[in-house]
């Protein structure tokens, strides 16, 4: 789900909320040493997130957050922001020269640039928190 938050709605705060969780409180964020990652330089979207991108030949940026059932990805596009919000039983993510995360019918690929490779211990944090959240509803096991 894209909300367009460039100004605050107390709907769209409740709506995150219900999907992706609260944020982490500032012991939790401290301990786990951050919740959010540095902006990454967009390379590409799929055709259905093409208008949340500039026009002309502006680079695109991105940064991501860290919720307790989900990831936030906030997305610049001059003075609006939008964040897509993807609960972590929807989010897929693949490895490709740089990273691609696929939700929703919608994709997004960063590139693979000095920010990025900045953000690696972040995108691993991101795949431990998706794996704990996972194995909460593991039944295998049972």
């Known amino acids: 789900m894209i909300l367009n938050t460039t100004h605050f709605n107390k709907e769209h705060k409740q709506l995150i ?12 964020a401290f301990k786990m040493k951050g919740v959010g990652s540095k902006r990454m330089i967009i390379e590409d979207v ?18 991501i957050e860290l919720r307790q059932k989900g990831i936030l990805i906030f997305i610049n596009k001059g003075l ?6 993807i609960p972590y039983y929807q989010l897929v993510i693949y490895k490709t020269n740089g990273s691609s995360i696929h939700a929703q019918g919608k994709f997004i690929h960063f590139r693979n640039s000095k920010t990025f490779r900045e953000n690696k211990k972040f995108f691993e944090k991101m795949l431990d928190e998706k794996i704990k959240y996972d194995n909460q509803y593991n039944f295998q096991n049972t």
């Not at 799929?46 to 940064?63: E, G, I, Q, T």
């Not at 609006?80 to 919000?85: A, L, N, P």
């Open 17 to 28: 909320q219900d999907l992706v969780g609260p944020s982490f409180t500032f012991l939790e």
């Open 46 to 63: 799929s055709p259905n997130l093409s208008r949340l991108m500039n026009n002309v030949s502006d680079v695109n940026y991105a940064n």
């Open 80 to 85: 609006q922001s939008f964040t897509w919000v």
